[in-house]
T-cell receptor, first 115, second 114 residues
Framework: DTGVSQNPRHKITKRGQNVTFRCDPI?????LYWYRQTLGQGPEFLTY????????KSRLLSDRFSAERPKGSFSTLEIQRTEQGDSAMYLC?????????????FGQGTRLTVV | GDSVTQMEGPVTLSEEAFLTINCTYT??????LFWYVQYPGEGLQLLLK?????DKGSNKGFEATYRKETTSFHLEKGSVQVSDSAVYFC?????????????FGRGTSLIVHP
């Protein structure tokens, strides 16, 4: 068990460019979550997958944000036409199938800086 | 809608002092409740949890009790150490659309001085 892995750890991009982040969950976990965290705030929920199905995406911040989990394993989060306000830490978490008491395990995050 | 409110920080204490960090929530039903901790330079990790009324979660000397009547899950520790300095997040699983999602408070920074 190597934990939740996120790549890259850091990304600097120019405003208007597209960026894509990858998350590899713990291997037996079928639930996957994306969050955004800005300085001094708690993680803000963005979207949720159960296996390959995206069950909740109403909290994606705009139509510039999209996420996929094509085979129910790794996931990608894409931000199109980045803006300076998108600068934040993007966190991925996974949890196993089970009841609502199951713990979510977090990756180290991808820090995005838009210049 | 469902939400979580956590006391603002920073909380600054001397070593061996008593700690309380307040957390309340509004929810449909009775969600599972979690506290996560983020040590400097590290990722979020689970500290403790409770899944039903009157349950007490505990770990590393920290405790929190599921209070259904007051919809609260306050974090306590009787004697803090310098190594407890971190940011603490209350995170109930709240209903979002048709799913139950770990929903985080804003975090409370704890600074413990020797």
């Amino acid at each position: 068990d190597t934990g939740v892995s996120q790549n890259p750890r850091h990304k600097i991009t120019k405003r208007g460019q597209n960026v894509t982040f990858r998350c590899d969950p713990i291997s037996e976990h079928n639930r996957l979550y994306w969050y955004r965290q800005t300085l001094g705030q708690g993680p803000e929920f963005l979207t949720y997958f159960q296996n390959e199905a995206q069950l909740e995406k109403s909290r994606l911040l705009s139509d510039r944000f999209s996420a996929e989990r094509p085979k129910g394993s790794f996931s990608t989060l894409e931000i199109q036409r980045t803006e300076q306000g998108d600068s934040a830490m993007y966190l991925c978490a996974s949890s196993r199938q089970g009841g609502l008491d199951t713990e979510a395990f977090f990756g180290q995050g991808t820090r995005l800086t838009v210049v | 809608g469902d939400s979580v409110t956590q006391m603002e920080g920073p909380v600054t204490l001397s070593e061996e002092a008593f700690l309380t960090i307040n957390c309340t929530y509004t929810a449909t039903g009775y969600p599972s409740l979690f506290w996560y901790v983020q040590y400097p330079g590290e990722g979020l990790q689970l500290l403790l949890k409770a899944t039903k009324a009157d349950d007490k979660g505990s770990n590393k000397g920290f405790e929190a009790t599921y209070r259904k009547e007051t919809t609260s899950f306050h974090l306590e520790k009787g004697s803090v150490q310098v190594s407890d300095s971190a940011v603490y997040f209350c995170a109930p699983r709240l209903q979002t659309g048709g799913s139950y999602i770990p929903t985080f408070g804003r975090g409370t920074s704890l600074i413990v001085h020797p």
